[in-house]
């Protein structure tokens, strides 16, 4: 049953994130692209990081994609933008891209076959998970803190000249 | 709550499946706001591959990495989008075939 | 004050005086600074010369210490001995006549007190060179006769010719100034001391002869002397110096300067006495060029520049005294040459100055009953100059030769070579006087020569007659040195200029013999034209130094060096070049490229895995 709803998320996640990435339209593209994380959040929960499911909930399927969405609503996309982008689904333009996709799989293939090993079916609590974080990663804690703080400078400081600028455009 | 048994190699293909189809969506895709969200599903696959790692030796580590690539992915959408925001100003289009005023 | 820092102070201090003014003062009152100076000088030397002769006195006085680098001492201090008193006597009395003749031979030169200038800065140049107590004051004076030589060579700086004369001068004697520092160098660094006594003191008792560094010292020194006084190789800058104004070629390029290297040689002869190869290369050197110059001075039409080939071939004859060991014979024969010598340029200032500045002697001729005053001159000069008995020359010649005659080995062939030059010397010397005083005038002078040109020809006429009897107080500067007379080389050497007065009379005057034969044919032309040009030693030089100078210099206008660097920089460049061209801005070829590297990676990695 556990692994039959396993099977189906992953069935779920890839054909998700195929249709959104294949969407002319961007805000259909975003919908589908959540239906993939939430998926992926099932995969997670599945395995038994429950800590993980949540955070790929909350944070990717929710507060990023949300960001995509207030996006798109600035920008105001027309049919122009969808006539383009199904213009350069064209599939000449597929050649290149396909046969490196196809050789990057491959040799993931390859690496994947070294290993052959079942999951361990325990799961590892979020208590665990902030013990472990916040002990031998506290550094990497940090350094991630920093990074934030680096993408909110550089997010407000891109923002406030986009809003400035068009203001005193018109 | 117990996990779940099952061969490791099938997370890993598929999570070498969604690289691999968010990396045909870099390439193919014009608009920049498509060729993020290829981004996003990139590092989304990656983050599959650590905690079905994870998962495979029961410890915490894979959850931890996912958590880094969390962040990472913020930072990166966060900046990204800001750009976003700006191509369209400046270029009047998210075409980045048009926009490559960047050549050397 | 003391009389001896007066001799070279009073005309140091009218130059200064003269160039500070900067030609404002009157010509009348620069004259007067210019040869009071050298006149007040002039007395003070006899003075000090008196007071030589009656007691014998070595004067030493030191002024002050002009540098204190630990043990490296040099004073500003005079050394007066019987060589010094003989070298002031002459600076100072044959400048001074030479001064008051500059006086009426440049009256109408725009320039006047600036000539005044220089000629004072160089006798107190001069007198400071002589008088030095050590060597590094030696050399100051010695450097600062060099730049006046060259301000008056270039004196009418207007004329580009003039001022490559100078440099040419400057440069040619620099050659020499720099081995004469070497040698410096090499003499304190070995005995630790500049002061010429204690340095004379410390060869003698450190140094055996024939040593290495006594030979190598004095081989540096000789180079010194030989390009200041334009002996072979470093001789070449000597008649082209005659640009200048002719009293100053009396006085530099005759009298006194060009003589500092025998100076020099004769005031550091215990060195050259513990190197006897230095000393013959002296000798053979001295010979060299006194025959080189005579046979130059044949060819020349310029009547100075004949003067200048004799100057050259006479102070070989100085070297060949030195060289044979006669340092007394060759400081005579230097003082001798200085009264004839600067005889002679007066004399031939004074046919210039007369003949609208003509200096080509073809173009003059039977000046003899126009120009008395000069001829008369000009024959005395001529006479000593050529060595006919009873002449101040014939008395110096003479011992010079007869010292080289009692040389062991070599003596003989040098002495043979010393009768050739005074034939020669002769033949050229009596050329000059026949072809410019006897004969079909071909210009007419426009004036004749006043008395303050008179005066110093007549004062020098003497000199130059009589000099022969002034004995000089050197005995007990350099050793004694005995020789039998032999009376059959001295008659020869009595015959020799005789028989070349008689060659160069029938040559000139008689037209008994005639060269027209030898100077048509091909290879009689090439000859002349050959010692015209001075053996063609400038074109040698021009050749071999000066055009592979010019030629690396404009290599190196074109920077070989930083062509590999360039070449470098090019390189980097052009790979900038190819690799902004794949700068393309589009982000898909960027993703692209990435996914590329990405893919290499990972086979690489697993290549190495399994």
Request: hydrophobic share 55%; aromatic share 10%.
């Amino acid at each position: 049953m556990m692994e039959t709803l396993f099977y189906l998320a992953a069935v779920i996640a890839l054909s998700a994130t195929i249709l959104a990435l294949t969407r002319a339209n961007a805000a259909h593209a975003l919908i589908y692209l959540i239906l993939s994380l939430l998926a992926v959040a099932v995969l997670f929960f599945l395995m038994g990081a429950p800590f993980a499911a949540a955070l790929e909930i909350l944070i990717y399927a929710g507060a990023i994609m949300v960001l995509f969405v207030f996006v798109i609503m600035m920008l105001n996309l027309g049919k122009s933008g969808e006539e383009l982008e199904r213009s350069g689904l064209h599939a000449r333009n597929w050649i290149i891209p396909g046969i490196m996709a196809t050789l990057l799989f491959v040799e993931l293939m390859y690496a994947v076959e070294q290993t052959s090993s079942l999951t361990s079916g325990t799961a590892v609590s979020p208590k665990e998970v902030g013990l472990e974080l916040f002990g031998p990663y506290v550094l990497a804690v940090e350094l991630a803190s920093m990074l934030l703080l680096a993408g909110l400078v550089g997010a407000y400081h891109l923002g406030r000249r986009f809003i400035v600028r068009s203001g005193s455009d018109d | 709550m117990g996990g779940l048994q099952i061969p490791l190699e099938h997370v890993q293909v598929l999570a070498a499946l969604l690289f691999s189809c968010g990396f045909l969506g870099l390439m193919l895709r014009r608009n920049i706001i498509f060729m993020l969200m290829s981004l996003e599903v990139m590092l989304n696959a990656a983050a599959l591959a650590f905690v079905a790692a994870g998962a495979r030796w029961g410890q915490a580590d894979g959850q931890i990495i996912f958590l880094l690539i969390l962040a990472v992915a913020a930072a990166e959408i966060s900046v990204g989008l800001g750009l976003v925001l700006q191509i369209q100003r400046r270029f009047k289009t998210l075409d980045m075939d048009t926009a490559n005023r960047l050549r050397g | 004050m003391n009389t001896l820092s007066l001799i070279p102070a009073l005309p140091l201090f009218s130059a200064i005086l003269l160039m500070v003014s900067a030609g404002r003062l009157p010509k009348q009152i620069s004259a007067i600074l210019g040869v009071g100076s050298v006149g007040l000088s002039a007395l003070c030397v006899a003075m000090v010369a008196m007071g030589f002769m009656a007691d014998g006195q070595v004067r030493e006085i030191t002024l002050w210490t002009w540098i204190a680098i630990e043990d490296f001492t040099p004073a500003i201090a005079f050394y007066v001995d019987g060589l010094t008193i003989v070298m002031m006597s002459v600076i100072t009395g044959v400048g001074f006549l030479i001064h008051l003749y500059s006086v009426e031979f440049m009256a109408s030169d725009e320039s006047f007190s600036r000539y005044f200038a220089y000629m004072n800065l160089f006798v107190a140049a001069m007198l400071l060179l002589v008088m030095a107590d050590n060597l590094l004051l030696l050399y100051m004076g010695w450097e600062g006769v060099g730049v006046c030589s060259y301000l008056l060579v270039g004196f009418w700086y207007r004329d580009p010719d003039n001022g490559q004369a100078a440099r040419k001068a400057f440069v040619v004697t620099r050659v020499g100034d720099t081995a004469m520092a070497l040698g410096l160098f090499l003499l304190f660094t070995e005995l630790g001391t500049l002061d010429i006594q204690p340095l004379m003191a410390a060869a003698n008792s450190q140094w055996q002869v024939g040593g290495t560094l006594p030979v190598l010292a004095t081989a540096l020194l000789l180079g010194g002397a030989l390009g200041k006084s334009a002996q072979l190789p470093l001789h070449t800058w000597l008649p082209d110096a005659m640009a200048g104004p002719t009293p100053v070629s009396a006085l530099i390029h005759a009298a006194t300067m060009v003589t500092a290297g025998v100076y020099l040689i004769a005031r550091t002869h215990e060195l050259f006495l513990l190197a006897p190869a230095t000393l013959e290369a002296v000798a053979w050197l001295g010979l060299a060029t006194l025959l080189l110059a005579a046979f130059a001075a044949l060819a020349q039409n310029d009547i100075k520049r004949i003067l200048a080939y004799s100057t050259i071939s006479q102070i070989g004859y100085m070297f060949l005294a030195l060289g044979v060991g006669a340092f007394s014979a060759g400081i005579f024969h230097l003082m001798t040459h200085a009264f004839f010598k600067a005889l002679l340029f007066l004399a031939a200032g004074a046919v210039i100055h007369c003949l609208h500045h003509e200096h080509n002697i073809f173009r003059m001729g039977g000046l003899r009953t126009r120009l008395p005053v000069v001829f008369a001159s000009f024959l005395i000069g001529s006479a000593a100059l050529a060595a006919l008995p009873f002449t101040s020359g014939f008395y110096s010649k003479d011992s010079i030769l007869l010292a080289a005659w009692s040389l062991p080995d070599i003596g003989p062939t040098l002495w043979a070579g010393g009768l050739l030059g005074a034939l020669l010397t002769a033949i050229y010397s009596f050329r000059l006087v026949f072809v410019v005083f006897f004969g079909e005038a071909n210009t007419e002078p426009d004036k004749q020569a006043g008395w303050k040109m008179a005066v110093p020809l007549i004062i020098l006429c003497v000199l130059a007659a009589a000099g022969g009897w002034i004995s000089q107080p050197l005995d007990d500067v350099f050793p004694a040195q005995g020789h039998d007379v032999v009376h059959v080389i001295e008659y020869i050497g009595i015959a020799v200029p005789l028989i070349g007065l008689l060659l160069a009379y029938l040559l000139f005057l008689g037209k008994q013999l005639s060269l027209s034969s030898l100077t048509e044919s091909s290879m009689g032309k090439a000859l002349q034209d050959f010692w015209l040009k001075g053996w063609r030693i400038d074109d040698l030089y021009h050749n071999l130094l000066v055009r592979p100078f010019t030629g690396f210099a404009r290599l190196c206008r074109n920077e070989p060096v930083d062509l590999f660097y360039n070449s470098i920089a090019g390189a980097l460049r052009w790979s900038h070049r190819s690799l902004s061209s794949i700068q393309t801005g589009e982000l898909r070829w960027y993703a692209t490229s990435m996914v590329f590297g990405l893919i290499v990676l990972v086979a690489i990695m697993l290549r190495n895995a399994s």
